[in-house]
């Protein structure tokens, strides 16, 4: 029951983490999900939205950092 608890605990940090980093890029103005590469259609009452530049700056970004961290722990 300890490790379930613990990975719970991490869980619920890294969703407030996210939570958090989703906040300050809504309050910062960044244009996620309105980069040139993301689609979207529009229809009177349909809304779809590929968002595939976003996705791949946010695979890139997350890929560096992780890298880093994993370097860093590793010494």
């Given at each position: 029951?300890?490790?379930?608890?613990?990975?719970?605990?991490?869980?619920?940090?890294?969703?407030?983490?996210?939570?958090?980093?989703?906040y300050?890029a809504?309050?910062?103005?960044?244009?996620?999900?309105?980069?040139?590469?993301?689609?979207?259609?529009?229809?009177?009452?349909?809304?779809?939205?590929?968002?595939?530049?976003?996705?791949?700056?946010?695979?890139?970004?997350?890929?560096?950092?992780?890298?880093?961290?994993?370097?860093?722990?590793?010494?």
């Amino acid at each position: 029951m300890i490790s379930l608890a613990r990975i719970l605990v991490l869980l619920g940090l890294i969703l407030l983490i996210a939570g958090g980093l989703l906040y300050l890029a809504g309050r910062w103005q960044l244009p996620l999900g309105r980069l040139p590469g993301d689609i979207r259609i529009e229809r009177e009452n349909f809304t779809c939205l590929f968002p595939v530049a976003t996705m791949i700056l946010l695979s890139v970004v997350l890929t560096i950092v992780l890298n880093l961290i994993l370097r860093l722990l590793n010494r």
